[in-house]
């Protein structure tokens, strides 16, 4: 059975920092690319960053770039987003998602959420002002 298990959510002042963790099973992790998407009540899922788990190539959506950092333990089927620096519009639902490495033909299908295969349950983070 395929899982995708966020954590490391919460409430956190602007300025301040949190790092989330995806844990991944039930497939073969090195042959996935692992996304963190968000949404915001009212507002559609956004991508955020995405990792190849075969080659550790990053991307970054332009809103976080500088501020988030994501990462790979592939020897713990586990992906990382260290965020710095949080804003209040940074407050979301966020989600980890895995799809096929070489699934995109455009950077932008990267933040897509079509392109995503499995899907986790997401964590709240929540930056106060």
């Known amino acids: 059975e395929v899982q995708l298990v966020e954590s490391g959510g919460g409430l956190v002042q602007a300025g301040g920092s949190l790092r989330l963790s995806c844990a991944a099973s039930?497939?073969?992790?090195?042959?996935?690319?692992i996304g963190w998407f968000r949404q915001a009540p009212g507002q559609e899922r956004e991508g955020v960053s995405c990792?190849?788990?075969?080659?550790?190539?990053?991307y970054y959506a332009d809103s976080v770039k500088g501020r988030f950092t994501i990462s790979s333990d592939n020897a713990k089927n586990t992906v990382y987003l260290q965020m710095n620096s949080l804003k209040p519009e940074d407050t979301a639902v966020y989600y980890c998602?895995?799809?096929?490495?070489?699934?995109?033909?455009?950077?932008?299908?990267?933040?897509?959420?079509?392109?995503?295969?499995?899907w986790g349950q997401g964590t709240q983070v929540t930056v106060s002002s």
């Open positions: 039930g497939f073969t992790f090195d042959d996935y690319a």
């Open positions: 998602a895995a799809a096929q490495v070489g699934m995109a033909h455009y950077y932008s299908d990267y933040f897509t959420a079509a392109q995503y295969d499995y």
């Open positions: 990792i190849s788990s075969s080659d550790g190539t990053t």
